[in-house]
């Protein structure tokens, strides 16, 4: 198979009650492009990715991951496939430290963990991937610090670096830049920028000036449609997304 | 027929009663993802104060309201002084605490009222028996249970359909966050919700002084079939609580008449006891573990 | 830093060295009995650390972890009554009769609490939060209705044992050779706890309890650690229940009670959660107090209860966090 596309999202489909989340998303994520996914709050964003990750099923619709179908496979077995998520609201192992909190999840892909007997801050094995996870996210000297009481910054950069220790297929970031200060927020965009390649990145992500810079390919969400797809470029000049999504943000 | 009809009622009263006890529960839940054991000690203490009431006055009446009062006072005394500092505090710290709350209770009844359980008399205009068919006498205080249960489900209903605060507490229940975008005085709506269900439970206490004896730890064995009935129903759903309250009182009451009565067709008498009277008493628990693999989240489960 | 290290070593050298001396400070005392109290907080303080070990490194509440030392206490106390009665465990498909021999009834207990532990956790760990409290309190009471309904058994009553299981060249029946019978697996048992909870298994479990959906986002089969670790934790208990069986020589139904699953998890949050020491300072300062109140008062429990609230509220750290300075869960 010579296919270019990565991730395939049809017809995918979910509601709360009366309210749709999702209605009728397509989406085709290329292999080694960051593709951004903007929309105004509410717009599902979020149930989206949760979809993908397998925490949520969808009512209908198929998502198709590096040619298997992977609709109905539950979350642990998607992120063995290759497919990392960071969350909104930093999701670490706040009482580990930080090394410990990527060593788990390199754990995760290298085989079962019913290890009982040896300690597990004595592998050798682990050690190499740990140390460029550590080093690619920029915590190599925080190393040893408790996961609480790192900056905010820090925290986000070790939520990545957990998504990256296992250099995925797909990294989904959910807000990477939420609530950063600028500086963090640079360092931010130089770690995805470092990544882009090897892995396909979706972006959500409501710093414009982030997005714009990073994105190979930008879809445009409102209301649970996929309103526009298209280059940072095509998607400025879009008719509806400025009347839509970019207007708005102008007030 | 005429036994298994009888035996019929009898669930549907252990049920309604469940449903007392569990409606408050499943709020308290629901609304403040708190796990109150001490729930059981308030059906108690309405006993108590129930049977204390008809001892010294004679009256059913009286008793039973005095309960329902005062037990609802405690119950909001008890959502102030404690409950209150655990709603940010995770499970096991709930637990514990409302563990505390239990052997206290259960020791201050031993040192008020003694060691001996207390007895309550039907009252008098309730003792006869009436023929719900004919043939088939049955008292009429449990009738009576029956009808006051029924008659709390529908007036919860009305309240939860109806009023205001009743939307409000069941959007707080299905939505914790709802509350506070309502613009409720969410301290107070929590102790009034605690209060009644503080209520619920003292009016299943009191009404099962005639049946039961009154005596300490007395509320250990509801709570933990009213915590079945929770887990059947659904966390947060009122109507999940009355369904799993019906379904749990029948299948346990039937199950300790029916199931050594089924097996003595296939097993020589003594044996079918035996093994009828154990399987019975795993009745109602083996019914949650089929619905746990049916549905984990109960049968009607009020959040995402 | 190293200081703590330090007071965390001499907390812990100093606790075992006491247990290992008290046969010899009762008898220098001349009061026998503290041998029998001491044999029983040993035992709890087994089962509390295997509870520890789902509390407060899994994470999992569970309220039902005396059905596990139930278990093992009643797979004693079963098949020690076959022998009393000279009747057989089993007639069918093959003989079996009962036995009184420690090794095997012992290996069984600890196989059977397993065993149901599975079962019960399988179940159980469908859920979380508050509904797995109440499933797993749900389940103990069941077992604890099925060996009051089991009249063969003594129902309510239960059975009792004319002797202790029986070892080869160790005599059971001294009280002081089977207190240090029970400081040896106890410390056995904390030593192998040690190994697991700092192993990957360990930090995959203490993951799980820190935050669970992320666990699942990184692609760990969460379920299936969570259960082994529930399972583990019962055998642990049933080891116990075995013991106490032999201890009291006693087995009845309110071993199942579960009040008693309550106690264990004050032990647990009396001595520190998340360590494994702190359930053992916590099963001999609940045990101690139990005997210490009710020398002047009966009614006890009046006191135990708001104690224990305000230990909740006030003094989460436990005994262990109160003695090494050190925060609970920061291993």
Known sequence: MMSNTLLKVRQL????????????????????????????NGAGKTTLIQQLAGQMLPDSGSIEFDGQDITRLPAHKRALLGLARSFQI????????????????????????????????????????????????????????????????????LEAGMALAVTPKLLMLDEPMAGMGPGSAVKMTELIQSIKGNTSILLVEHDMHAVFNLADRITVLVYGKPIATGTPEEISHNQDVRSAYLGEGDN | MLLFIEQLFNGLQLGVMLFLMSAGLTLVFGIMRVINLAHGSLYMMGAYIAATVVQHSGS??????TALAATALLG??????????????????????????????????????????????????????????????????????????????????????RTRLGMKIRAGAANREMVAALGVNITLLNTLIFGLGALLAALAGAMAGPIL????????SILILTFVVIVIGGIGSIRGAFIGAILVGIVETLGKFALPLLLRLMLPPASADGTGASLASMSVYILMAAVLIWRPRGLFPAHD | MRFIKNRRTLITGASFLFFLLLPLI????????????????????????????????????????TAFFGTGAYVVGILAFHIQEETLFLSWPIELSGSSNAILVWLLAVLFSAFMSGLIGA???????????????????????????????????????????????????????????????????????????????????????QNLQRMQSLGFPIYRYQLVCFIIAGAGAGLAGALMANQSEFVSPGLLHWTHSGEMMIMVLLGGMGTLIGPILGATALLLLEEFLSVYTEHWMAFLGPFLIIVVLFAKRGLYGLLTGKEVNDE
């Open chain 1, 13 to 40: 489909q979910k509601s709360f009650g009366a309210v749709e989340a999702c209605c009728n998303i397509n989406l085709e994520i290329n292999k080694g492009e960051i593709h951004a996914l903007i929309g105004p």
């Open chain 1, 90 to 157: 930093t999701s670490i192992f706040g009482q580990m430290s930080a090394e410990e909190n990527i060593a788990l999840a390199v754990q995760a892909h290298m085989g079962h963990s019913f290890r009982f007997w040896r300690p597990a801050n004595k592998n050798k094995k682990l050690q190499p991937t740990i140390e460029t996870a550590l080093e690619k996210c920029g915590l190599l000297e925080r190393r040893h610090i408790v996961a609480d009481n790192l900056s905010h910054g820090e925290k986000r950069q």
């Open chain 2, 60 to 65: 059913f009446i009286l008793a039973l309201l």
């Open chain 2, 76 to 161: 909001m005394l008890i959502e102030v002084i404690v409950l209150r500092r655990l709603y940010k505090r995770d499970h096991l710290d709930q637990v514990l605490a409302t563990f505390g709350l239990i052997l206290f209770f259960n020791e201050l009844t031993r040192i008020v009222w003694g060691r001996q359980p207390l007895f309550m008399d039907v009252p008098g205009w309730l003792s006869e028996t009436i023929e719900i068919i004919p043939g088939a006498p049955y008292p009429s205080y449990r009738l009576a249970i029956i009808s006051v249960g029924i008659l709390a489900a529908v007036f919860l209903y009305l309240m939860f359909t």
């Open chain 2, 213 to 220: 004896a009154v005596e300490s730890g007395m509320g250990e």
């Open chain 3, 26 to 65: 009762a008898s220098a005392l001349g009061d026998a009995y503290l041998v029998t109290l001491f044999t029983r907080i040993l035992i709890y303080a087994l089962a509390a650390v295997s509870l520890d070990l789902i509390l407060g490194y899994g994470g999992m509440n569970s309220l039902g972890h």
């Open chain 3, 123 to 209: 179940l159980s760990l469908r859920t979380t939060g508050i509904q797995f409290i109440m499933i797993t309190l749900a389940f103990a009471q069941m077992l604890y209705y099925l060996f009051v309904s089991l009249e063969a058994y003594g129902g309510d009553d239960g059975i009792s044992l004319w002797a202790r299981n029986k070892l080869p060249i160790f005599d059971t029946a001294d009280d002081t050779s089977f207190y240090y019978l029970c400081l040896g697996f106890l410390v056995i048992f904390v030593f192998l706890s040690y190994r697991l909870v700092h192993s990957h298994f360990g930090r995959v479990i203490r993951g799980a309890k």
